[in-house]
């Protein structure tokens, strides 16, 4: 079992839907999260950030952890074509981070 | 300074030789890490330096691999006697030393290997 967990996809919506992102991570001791967007050939641009359960939110896109069941989340809403990307989540714990192996993306005009 | 820079973009070389990357982090930040991602996956971690010491190897990280961090700026990273499992994209990011407020690591743009 990976440590963390994350539906490669493809996923595709229309613009204005909600999309939602997930991933399951297997060690609990992991304190940091975030998530990452990824264009095509590209670095990993952070979009979010978040280290306790709960909702995290920044304009469009809105975080969740769930340490409990070590689950966490993205929501973006009124998705934009221009949300078109690989999302990666990411984990930490001091210096050891672990990404998932991203979603991808694609919303239709 | 707006971000992490890297380079070269691309690099194409033949199995066998030597390529060297180099990566500027940005400014203030005290950490530099390198990462390796393939097609299809996440980053993976390879190294990471505090200022000029090389505090942490992955296993991934083969003895043909090497990185420097000379004078705790920039970074540098050779892979000698390339391979073609080598083909990748090279990965680099840096943070503030702040483990009071977690690892926030800003990445570069990448370089992108390609070992024929």
């Known amino acids: 079992q990976k440590e963390v967990e994350q539906d490669p996809g493809p996923l595709s919506v229309p613009e204005g839907a909600i999309v939602s992102l997930n991933c399951t991570y297997s060690?609990?001791?992991?304190?940091?999260f975030m998530w990452y967007r990824q264009y095509s050939r590209k670095g990993p641009e952070l979009l979010m950030y978040?280290?306790?359960?709960g909702n995290k939110e920044d304009g469009r896109f809105t975080a969740q952890v769930d340490k409990s069941s070590k689950y966490i989340s993205l929501f973006i809403r009124d998705s934009q074509p221009s949300d078109s990307a690989t999302y990666l989540c990411?984990?930490?714990?001091?210096?050891?981070?672990?990404f998932g192996a991203g979603t991808r993306l694609t919303v239709k005009p | 300074d707006t971000g992490v820079s890297q380079d070269p973009r691309h690099k194409i070389t033949k199995r066998g030789q030597n390529v060297t990357f180099r990566c500027d982090p940005i400014?203030?930040?005290?950490?530099l890490y390198w990462y390796r991602q393939t097609l299809g996956q996440g980053p993976e971690f390879l190294t990471y330096?505090?200022?000029?010491?090389?505090?942490?190897k992955s296993r991934l990280l083969s003895d043909r691999f090497s990185a420097e961090r000379p004078k705790g700026s920039f970074s540098t990273l050779e892979i000698q006697r390339t391979e073609q499992g080598d083909s990748a994209m090279y990965l680099c990011?840096?943070?503030?030393?702040?483990?009071?407020?977690?690892?926030?690591?800003?990445f570069g743009p990448g370089t992108r290997l390609l070992v024929l």
């Open positions: 990011a840096s943070s503030i030393d702040g483990l009071a407020v977690g690892e926030t690591q800003y």
């Open positions: 060690n609990s001791a992991f304190q940091y």
């Open positions: 978040t280290y306790s359960s």
């Open positions: 990411a984990m930490s714990l001091n210096n050891d981070m672990r």
């Open positions: 400014s203030e930040h005290n950490r």
């Open positions: 330096f505090q200022n000029e010491a090389q505090l942490e």
